[in-house]
């Protein structure tokens, strides 16, 4: 970080965390808000810098950027090897299905199935859910996380294994789509923001300010702009 810049990678591809708005020629989205958030308080103009879900934790060690934000889930790994603040929002994997299928894939078991075909962007912990958990059914992977959406209301695919709160804002901005089995989540995970732990000020740091954002409610005034819903 030179002392008056803030670099941050961003994916650009999930929302509604991360998102490049073509018509913008802009990055948007709640982890983008709170970016610019943390930029001001630390009297740090922000500059994004797109990384991809596959060279995410290669860029962050290669410190291409500062700190990471697009929707970044808190993994065991993540954490031990390189640097990540507390969690300030809960996710879960889920299938997001063509509206049309309700009444299918709401398990594990109905879509680990060799008739399913599965969409999923390649890197990150989609893929890594789909690496573990799914054997039997075949597996398309992208580059681009938001072609899946579209390749499941095309039939190229049949389920796209993303987080819930993807899932629903694809559903709301699609009625083609269905986010599939919301209240019986395959895991529980939060996001967080990843840092290089070779800068030990960044760990006190976001996680002061975190915890700051949350206790005035800041964390969930961006929650509802960008349409997550209630949380336990």
């Keep these: 970080m030179s002392e008056t810049i803030l670099k941050v990678g961003t994916t650009g ?48 060690v290669d410190k291409k950027f500062d700190i ?17 603040s507390i969690g300030y929002v809960k996710i879960g994997k889920s299938p997001l299905i063509r509206k049309d299928d309700y009444e299918k894939y709401k398990t594990i078991e109905e879509i680990n ?21 799914i054997y039997r059914a075949k597996v398309i992977k992208f580059k681009d996380n938001l072609k899946v959406p579209k390749a499941v209301i095309r039939g190229k695919v049949d389920v796209m294994i993303t987080d819930n709160v993807e899932a629903m ?19 529980k995970d939060e996001i967080g923001i990843l840092f290089n732990p070779d800068n030990n000020d960044w760990d006190a740091t976001l996680n002061n300010w975190l915890l700051r954002q949350m206790h005035f409610g800041k964390i969930d005034e961006l929650k509802k702009k960008w349409g997550i819903f209630k949380q336990d």
Aim: aromatic residues 10%.
């Design 68 to 84: 990471a934000m697009c929707g970044i889930t808190r993994t065991p790994q993540r954490v031990e090897l390189l640097g990540m």
């Design 113 to 133: 199935q060799p008739e399913v075909t599965i969409g999923v962007n390649i890197g990150g912990t989609n893929e890594a859910f789909v690496d573990n958990n």
């Design 169 to 187: 804002i694809m559903q709301n901005e699609h009625p083609e789509l269905y986010a599939q089995s919301l209240d019986s989540l395959f895991t």
């Design 13 to 60: 591809d999930y929302k509604p965390f991360s998102y490049w708005n073509p018509s913008k020629k802009s990055f948007e989205g709640l982890d983008i808000d709170m970016a610019q958030m943390i930029g001001y308080d630390l009297k740090l103009t922000v500059e994004f810098v797109k990384t991809t879900w596959k060279t995410l934790s290669s860029d962050i």
